[in-house]
């Protein structure tokens, strides 16, 4: 083979080069740029049939959790989520399941089987996930009563995360400092990447492990 052939074209070297930057990075490097700022709006409608937007939420603290049927580490975090709901619900707390890379029929199958009483809602073509950056899940968002983010989860949450995060954005003063928290980034214990193609029939395909 000549030489010549195996030669990377120069106008391939910038890619190659970025391609190359990517993959020595570390992923948990990869901050979310939502903390802080609004949340990104949407309507959708839920596995009831029915439609929910978050703007019919505003004035509330919203626990936004992206989940799956097919995802183990959303089994773990789920009595913690009933848990936040029952305590939280008659203080201006709402929690909103998104339901990620999956089917209704596989959602309906698995919240009847959990429990749960809050709404979730589908996410066709996962362009809300997509506009949250959820790359996986569970991922868990904590927004303030004026709407804008003030943490993202990565993997499950638990009682600590959720009691910590819900109360401090309960004692926030409304108009007032919104608390902003590091998020954890890249993949974090139970956190399920997923890759950009995979279909909403429950049968969504995993990154390769690292």
Not at 113 to 140: F, K, Q
Request: charged share 20%.
């Amino acid at each position: 083979m000549s030489w010549k052939k195996i030669l990377v074209p120069a106008s391939a070297i910038p890619i190659v080069a970025l391609l190359a930057y990517g993959l020595t990075r570390d992923p948990k490097a990869i901050p979310s740029p939502l903390p802080g700022k609004p949340a990104p709006l949407f309507r959708l409608a839920t596995l009831d049939s029915d439609t929910i937007a978050l703007a019919d939420l505003q004035g509330r603290v919203v626990i936004l959790n992206f989940w799956a049927s097919w995802c183990l580490a959303c089994i773990d975090e789920h009595p913690y989520l009933i848990e936040a709901h029952e305590r939280y619900r008659e203080r201006g707390v709402s929690l909103l399941g998104v339901v990620y890379q999956d089917s209704r029929e596989n959602a309906l199958r698995w919240m009847r089987g959990m429990g749960g009483d809050w709404p979730s809602v589908l996410d066709p073509g996962a362009r809300t996930a997509i506009d949250y950056g959820v790359y996986g899940v569970p991922e868990t968002f904590f927004v303030g009563r004026d709407g804008r983010v003030a943490y993202k989860q990565l993997g499950p949450v638990n009682r600590r995360i959720l009691t910590t995060w819900i109360e401090r954005l309960l004692a926030a003063p409304e108009g007032g400092p919104l608390p902003i928290g590091e998020t954890p980034v890249g993949r974090t214990e139970g956190h399920v990447p997923v890759l950009p193609d995979a279909d909403q029939a429950g049968t969504a395909r995993r990154r390769p492990e690292p």
